[in-house]
């Protein structure tokens, strides 16, 4: 795996979002299956028209193990984009997870597989295949523009997407608040004397 790729996985999807401001989340809504689930890894994207999900099969037969489908359904909570057997494909095939703007259904086979799927939830009806759709170009999927390579990290907090060009640089503010974040739960964490002192700097600043 890329070692830039690799370096995002032992730091939170909050302390990656707070290093881009908070411009990069995708919507609250697209979350993990499980609440243990966890993917990184760079971005293959799909478009495709609500209802027809033939270019996310194109995807997994083109994306190589460790990247992460990225699927821009516009957000239709009434058609799935997959379910269990297509899922079980991705992850046959090495594909690191799936984020989509978008259901799936099938979800007790889904979760048997234990990979990693972010989404806006469950459904019964499935898609047509008549051919429409793009892959590996840009999209936007929960609100937030992605590109092909963009750096993809998801926990039970939500999704952020680290744009290729800045990723050393949000890696560094990254590991700058994660260490900040832990010098104060350190400092504070069960000390009521500090935590009034805490409190109070904050107040002061504002």
Do not use: W
Not at 25 to 37: A, F, G, M, V
Not at 110 to 139: D, H, M, Q, W
């Amino acid at each position: 795996m890329d070692a830039l790729v690799e370096a995002f996985r032992s730091i939170p999807a909050t302390c990656i979002s707070d290093a881009m401001d908070g411009l990069n989340n995708l919507h609250p809504r697209i979350k993990p299956l499980k609440s243990s689930y966890f993917l990184c890894g760079k971005a293959f994207t799909v478009k495709m028209p609500v209802g027809d999900n033939l270019a996310v099969l194109k995807a997994i037969r083109n994306a190589q193990p460790g990247d992460v489908l990225v699927v821009d359904a516009k957000g239709d909570e009434y058609r799935a984009i997959a379910g269990d057997f297509v899922v079980g494909m991705a992850k046959t095939l090495g594909i690191s997870g799936i984020v989509v703007d978008g259901v799936i259904r099938d979800i007790d086979g889904v979760i048997k597989l234990n990979y990693p799927v972010f989404c806006r939830g469950t459904t019964v009806a499935a898609s047509g295949k008549s051919g429409v759709g793009e892959i590996n170009v840009p999209i936007s999927c929960g609100g937030v523009a992605v590109n092909p390579g963009d750096i993809i990290v998801g926990d039970a907090d939500g999704v952020v997407v680290v744009p290729a060009e800045k990723g050393e640089k949000i890696l560094h503010k990254a590991h700058e608040k994660l260490k900040k974040d832990q010098l104060r739960e350190e400092s504070v964490s069960g000390n009521k004397e500090e935590i009034i002192k805490y409190l109070d700097s904050m107040i002061s600043k504002s």
